[in-house]
């Protein structure tokens, strides 16, 4: 079955650390852009960056450039987004897409969501 | 503030053709091609309408998709209960160099 299966809510503290992953199956892992995305409760849509997972070459939001690292394992068909310092601010539902079915044209496979609520 | 704008909200009773409006710029939905997310409450989202007009397997042909200049459409002919969710434009902007989407528009089934 093709699908992208994220890794389990998470309750953190503020400056601590913290990494989520993205498993792809099913498919080429490396043959399509793996993309994060922003959801603050209540919240739109937003693109924190994408990278290509046959030679982790990456592309960022301004928006997040700098307080947000995308890698990939392609070993292990698993894209990550991980921070060093997470602040309050970063409490929000994150999902990961794929451009598997229309060729990267668009999101068309999703992660099912990896909920961070960050608080003292 | 997006680069991409959308009402924040729709409404329309069923059986109604309702219409959601994405407007950009030269740079984004006036160089390339416009996707439509549906996010139903609670669940991930789910691509509706890629490269402007065309419906992924699954979508029925009463929901559609259209561009002119810098501004694009969708449209949900026949509109039923299910179909309230949060609907979001999305497209690749030269400018940015990067991916952005509309604020979102909450269509409500009266």
């Known amino acids: 079955e093709v699908q992208l299966v994220q890794s389990g809510a998470e309750v953190k503290k503020p400056g601590e650390s913290l990494r989520i992953s993205c498993k792809a199956s099913?498919?080429?892992?490396?043959?399509?852009?793996i993309t994060w995305v922003r959801q603050v409760p209540g919240k739109g849509l937003e693109w924190m960056g994408s990278i290509d997972p046959n030679d982790s070459h990456t592309k960022y939001s301004p928006s997040f450039q700098g307080h947000v690292t995308i890698s990939a394992d392609k070993s292990i068909s698993t894209a990550y987004l991980q921070w060093s310092s997470l602040k309050a601010s970063d409490t929000a539902m994150f999902y990961c897409a794929s451009g598997y079915y229309y060729d990267n044209k668009a999101f068309d496979l999703w992660g099912q969501g990896t909920m961070v609520a960050v608080s003292s | 503030q997006s680069v991409l704008t959308q009402p924040p909200s729709a409404s329309g009773t069923p059986g109604q053709r309702v219409t959601i409006s994405c407007s950009g710029s030269s740079s984004s939905i006036g160089s390339n091609t416009v996707n439509w997310y549906q996010q139903l409450p609670g669940t991930a989202p789910k691509l509706l309408i890629y490269?402007?007009?065309h419906r992924p397997s699954g979508v029925p042909d009463r929901i559609s998709g259209s561009k002119s200049g810098t501004s694009a459409s969708l449209a949900i002919s026949g509109l039923q209960s299910e179909d309230e969710a949060d609907y979001y434009c999305?497209?690749?902007?030269?400018?940015?160099?990067?991916?952005?989407f509309g604020g979102g528009t909450r269509l409500t089934v009266l």
């Open positions: 099913g498919y080429s892992f490396i043959s399509y852009w």
């Open positions: 490269s402007n007009n």
């Open positions: 999305g497209i690749w902007d030269d400018s940015l160099n990067g991916w952005v």
